[in-house]
């Protein structure tokens, strides 16, 4: 039973563009959340993250908002570069146990 | 800056072998993991440990075993080989309940 979902594989954005991937999850237990991005045979490097008690982070071109009545969040990548292009991982946890739900990830392309 | 370094890029084995694959974290973490990544199955956790000598099963610990006699040191084994577990493996580690850092991941190849 899948506890974050990313429910799309794969998003194609125009440079330039905003890019919006989501997540849903369904534990209401959870309290914090991380976007990783990862390229090809590289390991994840951690984007941001947002914590239960706030709906909106940012950071540079990244903003993550968080919808708890829905269980759902975003990662909004504005303007979005072709150096984006990556695989994006949802992450969810309940910070008393430390470790982290993964979704499947969504396949970024941002094209020139 | 926190490293997480895995002692090989790539490997490939013989099925039947024992394999060891090693990570190591300078930023005196307490909590290590281990995950292996599949296309489209995301990132699935093999292991963790939250201390010296403490580990835990993740979702997925079947054919997998683990060892951390020293804080810095999590090694992941594979007692032996078989070619389900051709996969990338990814080690992370953390403070307590705070964001995880991974390292750049071992390519395995069983045969």
Known sequence: DQQVKQNSPSLSVQEGRISILNCDYTNSMFDYFLWYKKYPAEGPTFLISISSIKDKNEDGRFTVFLNKSAKHLSLHIVPSQPGDSAVYFCAASKRSQGNLIFGKGTKLSVKP | ?111
């Open chain 2, 1 to 111: 800056d926190v490293k997480v370094t895995q002692s090989s890029r790539y490997l490939v084995k013989r099925t039947g072998e024992k394999v060891f694959l090693e990570c190591v974290q300078d930023m005196d973490h307490e909590n290590m993991f281990w995950y292996r990544q599949d296309p489209g199955l995301g990132l699935r956790l093999i292991y963790f440990s939250y201390d010296v000598k403490m580990k835990e099963k993740g979702d997925i610990p079947e054919g997998y075993s683990v060892s951390r006699e020293k804080k810095e040191r999590f090694s992941l084994i594979l007692e032996s080989a078989s070619t389900n577990q051709t996969s990338m493996y990814l080690c992370a580690s953390s403070w307590y309940q705070e964001t995880q850092y991974f390292g750049p991941g071992t390519r395995l190849l069983v045969l």
